[in-house]
């Protein structure tokens, strides 16, 4: 979601990559959480962090816990940013109950996403 809103948010000043430190797929509620809110995310890719390993990253951002902690270093002068927010992957009960999940997480990454573009294009 967060790659989803950074290329929908940041125009062309921002080349988005995510990844993960134990990809599964791109989950369905996911997409139909950014649906909802005009961004089509169904075209992504769910992509192993090692993908990136020895690449130059000048911005690395983990959303949850568990990305945090199992996250690789990057060689370079990187900015490193934690977000700490729930793992919506991890919601049970029925598609509406997860799916409100969803949303909020969803909801909470956009805004991160605002202030991070924000702080980026100020120091430009």
Known sequence: ?????????????????????????????????????????????????????????PYVVTVCDKAKDTCPLFPGDVCTMHWGLEDPAAAEGTEAQRLLVFRKVRDEIQQHVIEFIAEARSKQ
């Open 1 to 57: 979601m967060a790659e989803g809103f950074l290329r929908h948010l940041g125009d062309d000043d921002f080349e988005a990559f995510s990844a993960g430190t134990n990809p599964v797929g791109l989950n369905r509620d996911a997409v139909a959480a950014m649906k909802e809110a005009g961004i089509d995310i169904s075209r992504q890719q769910s992509k192993h962090v090692q993908e990136f390993s020895g690449q130059r990253i």
